[in-house]
């Protein structure tokens, strides 16, 4: 039987949690605090949680094959040896940063990374979906995004997802995993008329779709035709991202952030902004690293 349990991971409450990321060979969980400015890092079995300060507010990270770490923040992207630097941005990325901000990202199964771009105004859809490849060149791939999040793909490389949390939809392109493109974007969920909204999302072994609902509460799991498959309801009503973990994958954890969330609401729900592990009953796919 699978337990539904959630429990807190740490006693620690953050302003905006984000960016979870599953540590194989360290065997602990990374994420960040956006608002904080800090990245964070914990064993399973550890009673600390370790942290350290960045200068730019932070956004995700993933660890880099030839060692490190790769870190994008709001307005950089940089290079380091490990989660307390020092950091080397990289350069000629093309990224206006007048206008728009790095969000969340994710690792293709080939090592390059994903992430989305978006308007700090949030009221047009000129954020792009870009690739970070491992020459270091950024190449924007998809336009039409307004607040990006979430990026995930299907175990068999043939769909990307990705979590445009305003106006609330994820959509789901035909991905070739050879060139590093998209096409056919179709809506594969929308959020209009339901409680919440799309925020980050992994997939299982399975195939399904996890996704943190910010304002709603829970994380949703849905199959590959979109069906919804499974609810946990949690203590806290805006989780902000999922990531599978554990030495067999089994744990899913889940950020989620005070930020936005009303004194009187907070009295109501304490731990907010706290981060959250629960045995998912199936296994998460393997993340890849960064292959730079």
Not at 40 to 52: A, C, M, Q, V
Not at 183 to 203: A, K, L
Not at 232 to 261: K, N, W
Request: glycine share 12%; with cysteine.
């Amino acid at each position: 039987m699978v337990s539904s349990q959630i429990k807190a991971f740490g006693s620690e409450v953050y302003e905006l949690a984000e960016g979870p990321l599953w540590s194989a060979a360290e065997q602990k969980l990374l994420w960040v605090d956006v608002g904080g400015r800090s990245l964070l890092g914990r064993g399973l079995d550890s009673s600390r949680t370790e942290s350290w300060s960045v200068v730019d507010r932070p956004a995700c990270m993933a660890e880099r094959r030839s060692g490190g770490l790769l870190l994008l923040s709001r307005n950089s992207l940089a290079l380091g040896p490990g989660p307390g630097g020092p950091w080397q941005d990289i350069p000629d990325h093309g990224i206006d940063f007048s206008a728009l901000r790095i969000n969340d990202g994710a690792v293709d199964r080939l090592g390059r990374f994903w992430f989305g771009t978006f308007s700090p105004k949030q009221e047009a859809s000129d954020g792009w979906l870009c690739r970070l490849d491992t020459d270091l060149s950024v190449h924007r791939v998809a336009g039409g995004i307004n607040m990006a999040n979430g990026i995930a793909w299907s175990p068999d490389d043939r769909f990307l997802y990705f979590s445009d949390t305003r106006p609330g939809r994820i959509y789901r392109y035909r991905f070739s995993i050879a060139d590093g493109t998209v096409s056919d974007r179709t809506v594969f969920i929308d959020y209009q008329n339901r409680s919440g909204r799309p925020d980050g999302c992994t997939v299982d072994s399975e195939g399904n779709l996890w996704v943190a609902e910010v304002g709603g509460g829970r994380v949703s799991r849905y199959r590959p035709d979109a069906t919804l498959d499974r609810v946990i309801e949690l203590p806290v009503p805006r989780p902000t991202s999922v990531t599978f973990g554990g030495a067999d994958l089994r744990t899913l954890f889940v950020t989620s952030m005070y930020l936005r969330v009303s004194a009187e609401d907070r009295l109501r729900w304490p731990l907010s902004g706290s981060v959250f592990y629960v045995d998912a009953g199936v296994a998460g796919v393997p993340e890849t690293l960064f292959n730079s």
